[in-house]
């Protein structure tokens, strides 16, 4: 039996129309650079939003799933594995947190974090402790507490009624958090920098008074580091640099660097709420995961590879503001080590597709963070000589959508 030909088209008839995807269907990848169906080739700024932390087939990391797959797939936490306790040892010893759960995805590990905050709260302060305060814009999954928790109407309408006991104020505004925060809130839950709602970064300041005003209340702190984490920012978790430390803390995207993979840490104390039989996942920590991300974890303990962060952020920006005072085409540019927005100019706000859908045409791959922010979260080990050529071919792109209108 040969193998039936499939194209972009062939999307519109079997599949969900929950995704519109780019016209072109890549078929490999190596490092920061991608080939489609025709052999065309892309310069990779997107890394599958901030998964392909290392680039795409990263040989050790390949090594790791290939060996591991010789070895054990999957149990079911019925028994324990090697890759899982191992790779539990090295999150615990890296960061704050005493305790790990292993899921499968982001969503996923923000929805224990919730429902942990909830039991956290329950199980010390009684069944009124139960408010959780997020932020308008942010994102935390598309789970039904997820999207409830998050502050994107759009991705609640139509859903209703959802989970209730969730209230959202403006992101770094201290004094309307001030106002809503109470005994019965349970939780907070902040990304030290909103990624989908378009690279935004906490203040220093704002964060640190976020973590006494949960204090104060009896709080939990949940930070959803799943697009800040696992170096993205140059350190591994950004909380470090915010001078603040969460009592819980989720992570995915780039933690399996591509292999789907989601945790949710904690300290001990918080954790004995999740006692036997509280929460569970039949794939959470399987040995494949757990394996590549262990391999992820150990490559990042090499120095060069964070300081090369920030220089790769400053080569990225740079380009961006010569693109920008050739074309005057972005407003702003910001964000913290390899999770870099440019939000458009106002008139152009709206048209971040226009600027995506042409850098494809030109041979580069950017994301949006909005409709007016172009956001660019390449490898971690993105070449120097590939972000080059790629904001070449980004400027082009920029030349063209504005020669268009
Ligand atoms: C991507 C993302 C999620 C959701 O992760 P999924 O793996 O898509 O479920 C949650 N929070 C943040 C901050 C994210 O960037």
Redesign the pocket.
Known sequence: MSTPKVSRETFDKVMVPNYNPQAIVPVRGEGSRLWDQQGREYIDFAGG??VNLLGHCHPALVEALESQARQLWHLSNVYTNEPALRLAQQLTERTFADRVFFCN????A?EAAFKLARKYGHDHYGADKYEIISFEQS????TLF?VTVGGQLKYRQGFEPVPGGVTHVPYNDLEALRKVISEKTCAVVM?PIQ??GGVIPADPGFAQAVRQLCDDNHALLVY?E???GVGRTGDLYAYEALGVTPDIL?S??GLGGGFPI?AMLCRAEVAESFGFGAHGSTFGGNPLGCAVAGKVLELLQDPQLLAGVSHRHDLIVEGLEQINARHRIFREIRGKGLLIGAELVEPWHGQAGQFLAEGREQGVLVLMAGPNVLRFTPSLIMPEADIRDGLAKLEVAVGQVMAAN
Do not use: V, Y
């Not at 995805?105 to 996923?108: H, L, V």
């Open positions: 939003i901030a995805s982001g969503a996923e923000n994102f935390h999954g598309r997820t990304e990624g989908e959803d799943i697009q800040t989720t995915a995207k989601g």
